[in-house]
């Protein structure tokens, strides 16, 4: 008998969780735990049966073993192979809004000099075309996107004639805070098939307190008329939004989910506060511990749980992403969370200027004055100098886990990913320290969460992250009255 | 296959044609067995004559004389074939879609409840399918063949022959081709076979998630890592695969690990079906040592189904009745089991369910003991 290779962490009880390379995992006391390290083959026994069938261990079938675990792994890993899939365009970095949190430190709107011009534009969409992608992507980014609403408008009709050409799979999203919504564009959104992306804070009290506009008036009562309208024309799903997390929020989450389900959301994605833009200079304030959000997160997590067993279909689009890595062999394409990391490979933006960056998070500290991760500039710069440059090899070189400091042991490598540009902030290196990354703790903690209420194995909490996670509903998925 | 027992006259070697029913004595072909109530005094050029009455001494027409009731469940356009001690075997059922092609009685493996007989000598029958295959009336009609053994690959040419018959013949024909998958294991077969008919669905049974256990079962050492890359060489071609599990005394505790095995694994598998044994042929033979009830495993095979259908993975049951399954199970029940071979026992009369159960198997030695009316 030999092992294969695997990780494993010691779970609170003096229990152990055990993950294969290819992310299967399994729940081990410390018996058979040292059963499994001590390769003593009993050829009968059911623990030798488990592991073998979960290729943790192999015999003289070492040879399908590895075919297997390398299939899964390649399956796992298949976002590789398309390259950049998300291309974000900042068509302007002015803002009606100046959220507490912003960060992208947005800029006022009478400065006008911030907007993308059709010449930058033009060459951003001949640029984005060059990806071999087979589906493209393009968001619209602020900024307050709409604010340069004549350019985003250029870009959809330039994209879709290239397309015709180019035949990829082409899908358009805005991301904006909806108060410049009117007619025009939704009619417009509608023909072209363009999606909206928001935020939503919660309650009034809590959305205009972080979201606020700079003419004084409510962001929030324009959002939710806004919001409405945008499903009238195009469907209750046109539109999803987004929960950045403050101080304020942490006490108050039960309440902001329940305004996502009032006003008609399927899910929330709790997003915690990163250190960019305006969330750093406004730390005090609005800031709080990694160890808090993950507290609120968990605490978070159980009452959707609950609202969903009492029929309530709600999700949390982070967990079901996570799940979804932990229960299925197959792969999933989140920028932000990948190894190697996505940042360019899977995902870039385009500022306004003409500047390409391989994350949103490089685009958001060149805004603070530093601008390591700059690829190249549209105008005077080739696809291949950008994507093939240093900027993108170095990280490439310096964010796949499976060889990362403190990554390279740890039982959820396989579910979880690197972020090179946050390291750098945090460390001032790509590859940074891991035990006291706030994404890390971040991510080890919501991981702890999931892995706990997955071995407690509750029937009814399993069902339902399967439905998550097949995206089918809850009565589905159960065995009864389905 | 369905087979009537019936009075020979005149036969000496066995007779395969078409019936055709009624009392027309012309203009029949060298391909036509006439079947009819009253023997006609002569007939141009017909094989043979299935009647219900007793054919007269000195008429040198071949003939089988069999009972009111065979004689009615015998269709005009089926293909039989009149054997010398005057059994008739039902090749093709021209009113059946479950019609099956058996391409040798040879297999490569032996597994220890194979329902069937096999034999030892690599032997195809190729004659006799092209025989059967040629004679079918309305291929355009047809909807589904199975193809099926012993190992129908063993016999790579013959096979291959009748997938290409099945595709010009039967072009709407969706073909379940039943293999262990081993020979699939060589690419360039694999090759070979899914080139010979796009509309095959490949049938490949897994019985355990460990070469330890399935190869036990199937009495051939290396079978697990054959089969498994035989299916991932289907893979590579995109061919459909259904995933059959036979559950027995030796693997029904190892079902749900085998679930998770599958979706890890093969989460390709258009199907899986997990299915009562047919105590028959080689399993009659050794059914103390496989035998359990159904009634035995049912938590297993709801926590089985209920894993796979979480999962999304389209699972069905074959082969056993509604009264041994949990109700919550009931959804996931077909009626797999051959019109021909399937009974429902004198109990069944009374069971409220019986419309939507798939019955059992004729064929087997040995019933659950909890076979009861709902």
């Known amino acids: 008998m030999q092992l294969l290779p695997f990780t494993f962490k010691r779970l609170p009880g003096g229990r152990f969780l055990v993950v294969n390379q290819s992310g299967e995992y399994a729940f081990l006391n410390l018996d058979k735990f040292n059963r499994l390290l001590s390769g003593k083959r009993d050829v009968m026994s059911d623990d030798y049966l488990d592991f073998k069938a979960k290729h943790l261990v192999a015999s003289d079938d070492a040879d399908l073993a590895i075919e297997l675990l390398a299939t899964k792994l390649r399956t796992r890993k298949a976002y590789l192979t398309s390259f950049t899939t998300l291309h974000m365009m900042v068509v302007t970095a002015r803002c009606n809004c100046f959220c507490d949190y912003c960060h992208a430190s947005s800029l006022d709107p009478e400065k006008r000099d911030v907007d993308m011009t059709w010449e930058i534009a033009r060459k951003t969409v001949d640029m984005i075309f060059q990806s071999p992608a087979p589906s493209i992507k393009i968001e619209f980014q602020g900024g307050e996107p709409l604010l340069n609403w004549d350019i985003v408008k250029e870009s959809v009709l330039y994209a879709k004639h290239v397309n015709r050409y180019a035949k990829r799979e082409l899908d358009f999203v805005i991301c904006t805070n909806m108060v410049l919504v009117n007619d025009e564009v939704i009619e417009f959104c509608k023909k072209h098939g363009v999606m909206f992306s928001t935020s939503l804070d919660g309650p009034k009290d809590l959305h205009d307190s972080h979201r606020k506009s700079r003419d004084g008036t409510s962001s929030y009562e324009r959002f939710e008329h806004n919001l409405a309208l945008v499903r009238q024309r195009m469907g209750q799903n046109a539109c999803g939004a987004l929960l950045t997390v403050t101080k304020d929020h942490l006490p108050r989450l039960r309440e902001v989910i329940d305004h996502y389900i009032e006003l008609g959301f399927s899910g929330v994605f709790l997003r915690a506060l990163n250190p960019y833009g305006y969330a750093v200079t406004n730390f005090n304030s609005i800031g709080y511990s990694t160890g808090q959000f993950v507290s609120a997160f968990k605490d978070s997590l159980d009452y959707i749980i609950r609202l969903n067993l009492e029929g309530k279909p709600f999700i949390e689009y982070y967990t079901a992403l996570l799940l979804q890595r932990i229960l299925t062999p197959f792969s999933t394409g989140f920028v932000d969370l990948q190894s190697l990391s996505g940042a360019g490979i899977s995902g870039v933006i385009y500022d306004y200027n003409g500047e390409v960056y391989p994350a949103d998070e490089a685009r958001m500290l060149s805004r603070m004055g530093d601008k390591k991760f700059l690829m190249g500039h549209v105008l005077t710069h080739s696809y291949e100098y950008m994507f093939n440059g240093s900027v993108i090899r170095d990280l490439v070189h310096n964010s796949c886990v499976e060889v990362m400091p403190g990554c390279a042991t740890c039982a959820y490598q396989l579910y979880c990913g690197s972020d090179p540009i946050r390291y750098y902030v945090e460390t001032g290196d790509t590859v940074g320290r891991r035990p006291d990354s706030g994404f890390c703790i971040k991510n080890r903690g919501i991981f702890d969460y999931l892995f706990e209420l997955i071995e407690q194995g509750d029937e009814d909490i399993l069902n339902l992250f399967w439905s998550w996670v097949t995206r089918r509903s809850l009565g589905d998925v159960r065995l009864e009255n389905s | ?374």
Not at chain 2, 57 to 73: I, M, P, Q, R, W
Not at chain 2, 321 to 345: D, E, M, Q, T
């Open chain 2, 1 to 374: 296959m369905k087979t009537v027992k019936g009075a020979p006259r005149n036969i000496s070697t066995p007779i395969i044609g078409r019936i055709k029913k009624g009392d027309t004595s012309l203009s029949l072909g060298k391909d036509i067995i006439l079947a009819t109530p009253n023997v006609p005094r002569w007939t141009f050029g017909t094989l043979a004559v299935v009647t219900t009455q007793d054919t007269k001494k000195g008429n040198s027409l071949a003939s089988v004389s069999v009972t009111e009731e065979d004689f009615h469940s015998l269709n005009e356009g089926d293909v039989i074939r009149i054997n010398p001690n005057g059994s008739i075997e039902v090749m093709w059922e021209s009113t059946s879609q479950q019609n099956a092609i058996f391409v040798t009685d040879f297999c490569n493996s032996a597994c220890i409840m194979c329902p069937q007989k096999t034999s030892d000598k690599l032997k195809s029958y190729s004659e006799l399918n092209k025989r059967i295959l040629s004679l079918v009336q309305n291929g355009e009609t047809v909807e589904h063949i199975g193809i099926t053994g012993g190992e129908p690959t063993v016999c790579l040419d013959s096979l291959i022959e009748i997938l290409s018959t099945c595709k010009s013949k039967f072009p709407k024909a969706a073909i379940s081709l039943l293999t262990n998958g081993k020979s699939l294991s060589d690419f360039a077969v694999a090759r070979r076979i899914v080139d010979a008919n796009p509309n095959t669905t490949y049938c490949v049974p897994i019985y355990a998630p460990t070469d330890v256990d399935h190869d036990a079962i199937v009495g051939v050492p290396g079978s697990f890592q054959q089969t498994i890359t035989g299916l991932y060489n289907l893979a590579r071609f995109m061919r459909p695969v259904e995933i059959r599990i036979v559950l027995i005394k030796q693997n029904y505790q190892r079902l749900e690990a085998l679930a998770e095995f599958i979706y890890r694994n093969m989460p390709f598998a258009i199907h899986i079906a997990i299915m009562g044994m047919e105590t028959s042929g080689i399993a009659g033979d050794n059914l103390d040592s496989v035998w359990v009830d159904p009634k035995d495993y049912q938590q297993e095979l709801q926590k089985g189904v209920a894993e796979l259908h979480r999962r999304n993975m389209n699972v069905s049951i074959y082969n056993l009745p509604h009264c041994l399954l949990p109700k919550a199970l009931w959804k996931f029940a077909r009626s797999s089991i051959s019109g021909w071979k399937k009974v429902y026992l004198s109990q069944c009369e009374n069971c409220c369910v019986k419309e939507d159960c798939g019955g059992t198997f004729a064929t087997s030695v040995r019933q659950s003991s909890y076979i009861t009316p709902v």
